[in-house]
């Protein structure tokens, strides 16, 4: 990690490869969740790029017993 690098549990967004690792869900599962919920308050396209609101991401992560 370079020292200009921010640490992911500080970022507002991850990308699918960081939320993956982060949140130990394969990328397919969450690239499948994402097409799923296109209108999800933890979800947001920069492009065709997904980005992911981590704290929001969280919240439902909480509340889920199985994904």
Request: no cysteine; charged share 35%.
């Amino acid at each position: 990690m370079n020292n200009n690098d921010i640490p992911v549990w500080e970022k507002y967004t991850l990308t699918i490869e960081e939320a993956s690792k982060y949140f130990r869900i394969g990328e397919n599962k969450l690239r499948r969740l994402a097409e799923e919920k296109k209108d999800a308050g933890w979800l947001i396209m920069n492009g065709n790029r997904i980005q992911i609101k981590r704290r929001q991401f969280e919240k439902v992560i909480d509340k889920l017993d199985a994904i």
